[in-house]
């Protein structure tokens, strides 16, 4: 079996709403990693109820 990893978060850039996130990968992923992932370098973007779980595959 494979190691999957699901992230669900919540969120935002700049003035933007709050927005929800649900990503299947097969590594893991931090909220700072995921912020990165979203914005540009000059975006500000928030990230909140952050949780990466792993998950089992056949």
Known sequence: MAKKYQIT????????????????????????????SYGAPKIAVQVRNFQCVRVEHE
Not at 12 to 20: L, N, V, Y
Not at 21 to 32: G, H, I, K, P, Y
């Open 9 to 36: 978060a919540e969120v935002k850039k700049e003035w933007q709403e709050w927005g929800k996130v649900l990503l299947n990968r097969d590594s893991r992923m931090t909220a700072e990693s995921l912020a990165k």
